[in-house]
Structure formats: C-alpha cells, structure tokens
C-alpha cells in the first residue's frame, strides 16, 4: 500500500516534463549557479554592485540596459501567461527574480509553463477528460 502511494507521488512529481521543459530547468540551474558565483566574488571582493554596472563603460552599461529590458518584458509575460494559465502565485517569479536573479527565474517559469502546457495537452487527449460519448436523440 505504502508502496503505490509513493510511486504516485513519485508519478505526479515526475508527470508533464518533456525534453523542453528540462531544457528550461537546466537553464534555470545555470542562471542560478552562474550569477551567484559572481555575486559570491563581488561580495568577497566588497564590489559596488549598482556602482560597477553603470559606471565600468558604455559596454556594460549597454549590457546593463540591454538584460534590464529584457527583465521587465519577461517579467510582464509572467504575470499575464501566469494569469492565462491558471498558474497561481506567477507573481512569485518577479519578486525572486529581484532577490535571487532572473537568469533563474525566468528559465524557471519557462519550465514551469511548458509544464502546465504539457498537462493540458495530456488532459485535452485524454478519453477521461470528455463526458463520455454522445447520446444522440432517436
């Protein structure tokens, strides 16, 4: 009994993860992994953050302005594809993505969604998510 209980949480966990949507969460892994290293190394070197993206050259600056845009744009996505699709807490994203990075949390949401696409899909196909078959009068 134990044993079906877990192989169906183990199931549901595990359901709705195509190749795309793990394409997304190892991007999401290397987003996290990658920016956090260089957090790391700007705290351990007492960088100025804020100070060294607008200030280091018209290249950074340039890079700066380039990633900030492309921040609000997905973050405006998230909110509204989150809405569409029923994904509670799409707000979630926005806000980590301030406080961890949007390297990880953009990838994370995509993941996510592919996710929820994936188990409509699956839904829609299903023979289980009909009425059963239609009566016809006569």
């Known amino acids: 009994m134990v044993r079906r209980e877990v192989s169906g949480t183990l199931g549901a966990m595990t359901a ?5 949507a793990v394409v997304y969460l190892l991007l ?6 990658g ?4 957090n790391g190394l700007a705290i351990i070197g007492t960088r100025d953050f804020i100070g060294d993206l607008v200030t280091s050259g018209p290249a950074v600056s340039s890079i700066t302005v380039d990633l900030l845009i492309a921040a609000v744009a997905g973050s405006i996505f998230i909110v509204v594809e989150a809405r569409r699709l029923g994904m509670r807490f799409g707000w979630l994203y926005v ?9 990880f949390t953009f990838p994370l949401f995509l993941a996510m969604r592919q996710r929820r696409l994936n188990a409509r899909a699956t839904n829609a196909a299903s023979p289980a998510a009909s009425d059963g078959p239609a009566l016809s009068a006569g």
Do not use: Q, R, Y
């Not at 709705?16 to 795309?20: A, D, E, G, K, T």
């Not at 920016?35 to 260089?38: A, C, G, N, V």
């Not at 806000?95 to 390297?103: G, R, S």
């Open 16 to 20: 709705h993860w195509s190749p795309l």
């Open 95 to 103: 806000v980590a993505a301030a406080l961890i990075a949007f390297a």
């Open 28 to 33: 999401s892994i290397g987003g996290l992994i």
């Open 35 to 38: 920016t956090w290293w260089f």
